[in-house]
């Protein structure tokens, strides 16, 4: 459970505070952002790596259960925003979509 709870934690602070750093200090923003984004990265590939431990035990039963959806998709879709905005850099529709992500 102490897992879920940090990295619960952590996405809440990037989302909430993180995202919305005033940019006037570029480094240390730029900083903190990466930092928060490494961290976000690691939990995912930690639970990613636990899912996937449990769909090489169970193969296509896996696959058949919602509730397995709901502990993958998470994961994927923060590694995957945050590569984005790595790709992509900074913009007004990233913005955008990092935060309604």
């Known amino acids: 459970m102490l897992p879920y709870v940090g990295f619960f934690s952590a996405y809440l602070i990037y989302a909430l505070y993180i995202?919305?750093?005033?940019?006037?200090?570029?480094?240390?923003?730029?900083?903190i952002?990466?930092?928060?984004?490494?961290?976000?990265?690691?939990?995912?590939?930690?639970?990613?790596?636990?899912?996937?431990?449990?769909f090489k035990s169970q193969r296509w039963k896996y696959v058949t259960n919602f509730w397995n959806y709901a502990d993958v998709v998470p994961p994927i879709g923060i590694i995957l925003t945050i590569l984005?905005?790595?790709?992509?850099?900074?913009?007004?529709?990233?913005?955008?979509?990092r935060f309604s992500v």
């Open 33 to 54: 952002q990466t930092f928060w984004q490494v961290l976000l990265i690691a939990f995912s590939l930690y639970f990613f790596y636990g899912e996937w431990l449990q």
């Open 84 to 97: 984005l905005s790595w790709i992509f850099h900074e913009g007004a529709a990233l913005q955008t979509f």
């Open 19 to 31: 995202l919305d750093i005033d940019n006037e200090i570029q480094s240390t923003s730029a900083l």
